[in-house]
């Protein structure tokens, strides 16, 4: 599972762990799949959610599968408990199941926001606005978020790594992943 706030760079991670390894080793349900279709859900709707995706993610006979976010964001954005995840994490547990968490630097989520919407969609502009009426502002929610997920992480009885992404070392943080999970494999 990786995870972690806007621009932390879960799609370029989710990209280089993907090169190293054939494609046909990979299933990736990326956050269309995960996050969007349940994202302005109530809570009591994400279990049965998650429970549905990892049924599909285990019928099909692969070496790796990357959720592109998952359970952690959605407890941040109902405002609950891990806890409250207990029957997806007892469910994740038994596949062995890890989670990645991209961190940023604080200092430099404003100018990465800001940077992202210069080169992104203008879909994805408009939804980051909604987050602040300026980027000291969105900068802001996206800390207070990045936080939050920290520390529901450190609930989780997954086993987790956090990196920091600020200097953008997607490279160097997918092989260490990758020979991490191959090591432990």
Avoid: C
Avoid at 33 to 61: C, G, R, V, W, Y
Avoid at 150 to 163: E, G, I, P
């Amino acid at each position: 599972i990786v995870e972690g706030m806007a621009t932390s760079g879960k799609s370029s991670l989710i990209n280089r762990i993907t090169e190293l390894m054939s494609a046909s080793q990979v299933q990736l349900f990326s956050e269309s799949e995960t996050h969007i279709p349940i994202m302005d859900k109530p809570h009591d709707l994400h279990i049965d959610f998650f429970k549905s995706l990892l049924t599909s993610a285990t019928q099909k006979n692969r070496e790796l599968t990357i959720f592109d976010r998952f359970h952690i964001t959605q407890a941040f954005r109902a405002n609950a408990d891990i806890a409250q995840y207990s029957d997806i994490e007892n469910l994740l547990s038994e596949h062995e199941s890890r989670v990645v968490y991209l961190k940023v630097d604080e200092f430099a989520i404003a100018d990465r926001v800001k940077l992202a919407t210069e080169h992104r969609d203008k879909k994805w502009g408009e939804y980051v606005s909604t987050k602040g009426s300026n980027f000291s502002e969105i900068a802001d929610y996206y800390i207070n978020q990045q936080n939050s997920q920290l520390r529901l992480l450190a609930q989780s009885k997954l086993h987790s790594s956090v990196f920091n992404t600020t200097d953008h070392n997607y490279e160097a943080i997918a092989k260490t992943i990758f020979k991490d999970w191959y090591s432990q494999n």
